[in-house]
């Protein structure tokens, strides 16, 4: 197949889930098919370049204060910031979409994907104008998201939607979303992986691992990490405020919070006032750090309010890491977790639950060490880059049809 494929985060830039997606699918997709991505550039960085055996052509960052009237009624009411990158979104779109058309004229494509409503308008521009069947990927919706949703985002992803052949998502609970907010008939669920090898319990040796563990606590001492965005979806409040009962339970815990966000300055503030015995890392680790935070943790908490999919609860059951994951609302942490096998399922904005479930893993290392392998066999069945790929490749060839 020759795929286009639009996509607003791609390496060397990674915000979060989506870039760690687009980075791992796209060299699977490569080996077997002919695959252009259409991203965001700098001037730092190639306009264009051959990786992993795709085509990646970035468009070029262009200011939107030239021309601010455009904007939606609704987007100016936005504070500054909110207005650029929604501006410099929209001229992402319009010249990826631009540069697809023209490469089109030659080689066109048999599918354009497009993910999340940051590409949908580019995907759905160059889709009427080559003729090529869209898939629309969500990994998650405005609704979800925010609070307040945006008319002008929501309104892109009904679009989307509406123009796209047949959209994929990231799980049952995204799934009913889609279809409850936007009516869609065409919904496939295709489940994010992770790379085993990479993620792998014997990657690292045990004093290495050790070595590591004992930068961040000491040796009598258990860890209980939260690796993640400090916004209040995360619900790295609730596991903060869980943490005294967690330590009246089980005596020397060290709380481990790996991340940045909006809630840095409420997390210090109630480690400081709750005297907590804590080790707050507020920035963006290497994956090899992060790894060896997994590694070195007993147990991982991810008490996420929203969470389409999860990819750092794929990564700590890949690790065998058991894993405490929020279970309300769109959660496909819950897809992920058999609670009671692998893990538990909480309720995020109950700080008893979290530490309930916490204190029963922290206070028995058999448990947390059949529950690891557990985790790691049902990742190896179910969440494989490969196992996504071809799902995502079969979704591809229906489309076509």
């Keep these: 197949m020759r795929i286009h494929v639009f996509v607003d985060e791609f390496p060397p830039f990674l915000r979060g889930g989506l870039g760690t997606y687009a980075m791992e699918m796209t060299k699977k997709l490569a080996r077997k098919n002919n695959v252009c991505v259409f991203t965001r550039g700098n001037d730092k960085i190639p306009r264009f370049e051959w990786w992993h055996g795709a085509g990646v052509i970035r468009a070029p960052n262009i200011s939107p204060d030239c021309y601010p009237s455009f904007l939606p009624p609704h987007v100016r009411m936005w504070d500054r910031n909110g207005q650029r990158f929604y501006a410099e979104t929209l001229f992402y779109n319009l010249l ?6 023209q490469l089109g004229k030659t080689e066109k494509p048999d599918v354009i994907a497009a993910h999340d409503w940051l590409s949908f308008p580019a995907g759905i521009i160059s889709s009427g104008n ?16 925010i609070a307040t949703p945006s008319p002008a985002v929501c309104e892109i992803e009904k679009e989307g939607v509406n123009r796209a052949k047949t959209v994929i998502t990231v799980s049952y609970a995204m799934k009913e979303e889609i279809e409850k907010y936007y009516q869609a008939k065409n919904v496939e669920v295709v489940y994010n992986g992770v790379d085993v090898d990479k993620y792998s319990p014997d990657r690292f040796d045990r004093e290495k691992v050790e070595n590591f ?21 995360k619900g790295i409040d609730s596991l903060v405020r869980a943490m005294p009962e967690i330590e009246r339970e089980c005596g020397n815990v060290r709380l481990i919070v790996v ?52 990819i750092v609860c794929t990564e700590a059951m890949a690790l065998e890491k058991p894993v405490v994951v929020g279970a309300k609302g769109t959660s496909g942490l819950r897809e992920q977790v058999i609670s009671g096998e692998t893990g538990y399922h909480i309720n995020p904005d109950d700080p008893h639950d979290i530490a309930v479930y916490t204190s029963i893993l922290l206070n028995d290392d058999e448990l947390r060490k059949k529950m690891g392998k557990k985790a790691r066999k049902r990742v190896l069945e179910n969440f494989t880059w490969d196992v996504c790929v071809e799902k995502t490749e079969e979704v591809y060839m229906r489309s076509i049809l």
Aim: proline share 3%.
């Design 96 to 101: 990826s979409a631009s540069l697809s058309i």
């Design 130 to 145: 080559v003729g090529a069947p869209l898939v629309a990927h969500f990994h998650s919706t405005e609704y979800g998201r």
């Design 213 to 233: 563990r004992r930068r961040f606590a000491r040796e009598d001492e258990k860890i209980v990490l939260f690796l993640g965005r400090l916004t209040w979806v």
């Design 259 to 310: 991340g940045k966000g909006e809630l840095e300055e409420e997390v210090s503030r109630l480690v400081r006032d709750l005297k907590l015995n804590a080790c707050l890392r507020f920035e963006y680790v290497s994956e090899e750090e992060r790894i060896l935070h997994y590694l070195s943790s007993d147990v991982v908490v991810i008490p996420s309010r929203y969470e389409p999919f999860g």
